[in-house]
């Protein structure tokens, strides 16, 4: 579990570990984002893993297909 920075809201310092992931080519063009499987690895409710999603998708790194969940981008 990460330690958080209570100096920090947790869903940016989420999204900042998800954008590393991102540009280091741990997740790959296409790499599903799942909103349970961040739920439990951060211990985070799901309303804050959604403002995670909600943050990465405006900045062009997922993309969101409804009923098929949140996915990397292409670059």
């Known amino acids: 579990m990460m330690e958080f920075d209570p100096t920090q809201p947790k869903w940016a310092q989420i999204a900042e570990v998800i954008r590393r992931r991102i540009a280091t080519g741990e997740y790959g063009t296409h790499h599903l984002i799942s909103e349970a499987q961040l739920q ?3 211990g985070v409710a799901r309303v ?3 403002k995670v999603t909600a943050a990465l ?3 062009g790194l997922i993309v ?3 009923g098929m969940g949140s996915f990397v981008a292409k670059r």
Do not use: A, D, I, Y
């Open 40 to 42: 439990q690895e951060f």
């Open 48 to 50: 804050t893993v959604r």
């Open 57 to 59: 998708r405006v900045e």
């Open 64 to 66: 969101t297909t409804p």
